[in-house]
T-cell receptor
Framework: GAVVSQHPSRVICKSGTSVKIECRSL??????MFWYRQFPKQSLMLMAT?????????EQGVEKDKFLINHASLTLSTLTVTSAHPEDSSFYIC????????????FGPGTRLLVL | GQNIDQPTEMTATEGAIVQINCTYQ??????LFWYQQHAGEAPTFLSY??LDGLEEKGRFSSFLSRSKGYSYLLLKELQMKDSASYLC??????????WGAGTKLIIKP
């Protein structure tokens, strides 16, 4: 099946530092990757959609200068949380879609970020 | 606006059957997904319905009625490992996934 990996799985950082999260599709080429954030006991919130080789499309209310997304290849997307603050502490999950439109999204295992 | 409704929490007994409902109002429809999410983990794909009717996959079945804007996920022969949140998501006219808040299913022995 389609496997998506994320690294790191867990990260603790100091306030003001930047954190990079990698999302890789291991056995398929992902035309589109998605980044979600999930706070405890809440549903997934889409942050941005990225297509390989083009700029990411951010959802309303998500600061593109704070959450930098790079989708340099069909198998790798990165999310960098710049100048992280405690309120950025959350579960960050990426997903990848094989084809266009109706294809299923396959999720990575998620990255738990704690900002002290 | 776009809206996905599903119950917040349900409780069922091991070995029994449970039905989790999902109603939706979206701008366009390009299919409905069900995902399972265990606590602290990412969602995993369960099913996809785009035509009316019942899709059966082992102990899990998913039903869709597009005219009613309604779907359900049916879980049979419940096992303790089925304790999880079940997320309903609809692909709208722009092929964006609109997510429900999830239904937390608690299985009791």
């Amino acid at each position: 099946g389609a496997v998506v990996s994320q690294h790191p799985s867990r990260v603790i950082c100091k306030s003001g530092t930047s954190v990079k999260i990698e999302c890789r599709s291991l056995d398929f080429q992902a035309t589109t990757m998605f980044w979600y954030r999930q706070f405890p006991k809440q549903s997934l919130m889409l942050m941005a959609t990225s297509n390989e080789g083009s700029k990411a499309t951010y959802e309303q209310g998500v600061e593109k200068d704070k959450f930098l997304i790079n989708h340099a290849s069909l198998t790798l997307s990165t999310l960098t949380v710049t100048s992280a603050h405690p309120e950025d502490s959350s579960f960050y999950i990426c997903s990848a879609r094989v084809g266009w439109a109706t294809e299923t999204q396959y999720f990575g295992p998620g990255t738990r970020l704690l900002v002290l | 606006g776009q809206n996905i409704d599903q119950p917040t929490e349900m409780t069922a007994t091991e070995g029994a059957i449970v039905q989790i409902n999902c109603t939706y109002q979206t701008s366009g429809f390009n299919g409905l997904f069900w995902y399972q999410q265990h606590a602290g983990e990412a969602p995993t794909f369960l099913s996809y319905n785009v035509l009316d009717g019942l899709e059966e996959k082992g102990r899990f079945s998913s039903f869709l009625s597009r005219s009613k804007g309604y779907s359900y996920l049916l879980l049979k022969e419940l096992q303790m490992k089925d304790s999880a949140s079940y997320l309903c998501a609809v692909s709208d006219s722009n092929y964006q996934l609109i997510w429900g808040a999830g239904t937390k299913l608690i299985i009791k022995p």
